[in-house]
């Protein structure tokens, strides 16, 4: 038998409320009694050492009032996961640069980011979430959240030997051992998944490129131009300079995978020049800062404090 499900709304009807490592027997016992009203007959204890085969890791964030979600989307939509954790589609194609949610995905590894709240206001066919609770319902029609927005950031594991690579390294196990649903309980477990899993995405050379936060191409360019100069002042640095400049800047208005694909499609890259480049680009503006509303999410993944309902209070 397969039990599937969202933990969060199995034990508070809703998943803006976020559960705690401690409740882990608390929702063996819930999903024990539910299977029980079915004609299901399951103990707890079975249920805790349940084989897990997909497991979706989740954080939601509060933005503060000056950081727009869109702006956030229109970020990582700009970035690449590369031969490994490739992108579905073109950027442009896809108009990925307005979407509401942004994927990034292999196929057993996904990346996605939406704004929970606008989730909660959509019509069932164009929500990401299709099934919502009683108490969803009633909390949507009941509160008026006003400009709150919520990132929710989600890191799918889509099959079970993923899970073991990823797991049974943070838990310092082999990999051959079975991830069970008890393992997923272990404290700490949550934030170092989801914190290495955003690291993935925001440290790649192409990605740091994508997610620079500036106003002005001219500054970016002269930025890149004196740091090349203190290098090496011959023609081979200025030529360097030159082209990284030119990676930065289309990558950041066009998306890496846009840039990488185009480019590939007049001259091969078959012995990896291309990511040389990118990584010398990536050099010369590694001490700029990216963007306020990727850097803010760095921060919270890093406190990873508990979502609650409650905590909207203090926001609308």
Known sequence: MVI??????????????EIAYSDRNKLAEVIS?????????ISSFAILGASVSVVHFCKNIILPRDIALRSILSDLAHTDMG??????????????????????????????????????????????????TAYEKELMSMRDFGGIEILRYEYRLNKAQTIKSEL????????????????????????????NSWKKVIQRPENQL???????????????????????TSAHSQNKALWSCALALLIKFCGAKTVKEE???????????????????????????????????????????????????NEV
């Open 4 to 17: 599937s499900g969202s933990l969060p709304k199995i034990l508070n009807e809703n998943n803006i409320d």
């Open 33 to 41: 009694n539910r299977l029980e009203t079915l004609g299901i007959r």
């Open 83 to 132: 031969k490994s954790y490739d992108t579905t589609n073109d950027v442009r194609r896809k108009d990925k640069n307005n979407a509401r949610v942004v994927h990034l995905f292999c196929g057993t590894r996904e990346w996605t980011f939406y704004d929970k709240l606008e989730e909660y206001r959509l019509p069932k066919q164009r929500r990401t979430d299709k099934k919502r």
């Open 168 to 195: 049974n390294v943070l838990l310092g196990r082999p990999y051959e051992t079975q991830v069970i649903f008890s393992d997923l309980f272990t404290d700490g477990l949550w934030q170092k998944v989801l914190l």
């Open 210 to 232: 994508a997610l620079l936060g500036f106003d002005d191409p001219l500054q970016l360019m002269l930025h890149i131009f004196r740091k090349a100069k203190k290098i090496d």
């Open 263 to 313: 480019l590939n499609k007049v001259w091969a890259n078959k012995d990896d020049r291309l990511s040389e480049k990118l990584e010398i680009a990536t050099n010369f503006v590694r001490d700029l800062p990216v963007s306020q509303g990727v850097a803010y999410i760095t921060s919270e993944m890093e406190k990873f404090n508990r979502m609650t309902i409650k905590m909207l209070d």
